[in-house]
């Protein structure tokens, strides 16, 4: 998830919108951003007053998460090049564009056809 700022109120939002689509685990594994741990807290306290029995635990390691991280390297190497982005907008229609790509070359997508007619179906 892309957002314009790596604060604790973006961190909640991307935990609930994870979590709404996920499931409620019992464990979280993040990095040592103090944002990620405050969203967390923040999950847990709405997940309390849903009366929700157990909290979320998290574990903090930076090597982990390592496998997923890793999968953000192709997008690391093509933007790295590029020196930023003008704005927000143009750097999420760029790592949507890519993300997509990315997923069709690795066929997560059951559309039936070539890569590029998939790309096609997706992009219309």
């Known amino acids: 998830m892309l957002s ?9 939002l991307f935990f609930a919108k994870a979590l709404a689509s996920s499931g409620i ?3 979280i594994v993040i990095d040592k951003s103090g944002s990620n741990g405050a969203g967390i807290k923040g999950v847990n306290k709405i997940l309390k007053r849903f009366g929700y029995p157990t909290t979320i635990t998290t574990v903090r390691s930076k090597y982990l998460n390592n496998v997923i991280e890793q999968d953000h390297r192709f997008i690391k190497r093509r933007t790295r090049p590029m020196l930023g982005f003008k704005s927000f907008s143009s750097a999420s229609a760029t790592l949507q ?7 069709i070359r690795k066929k997560q997508f059951r559309l039936e056809g070539s890569g ?9």
Do not use: H, N
């Open 4 to 12: 314009e700022k790596r604060d604790t109120a973006a961190a909640t």
């Open 25 to 27: 685990p019992l464990r």
């Open 97 to 103: 564009g890519i993300e997509v790509a990315q997923m």
């Open 116 to 124: 590029f007619a998939q790309f096609a179906a997706l992009a219309g």
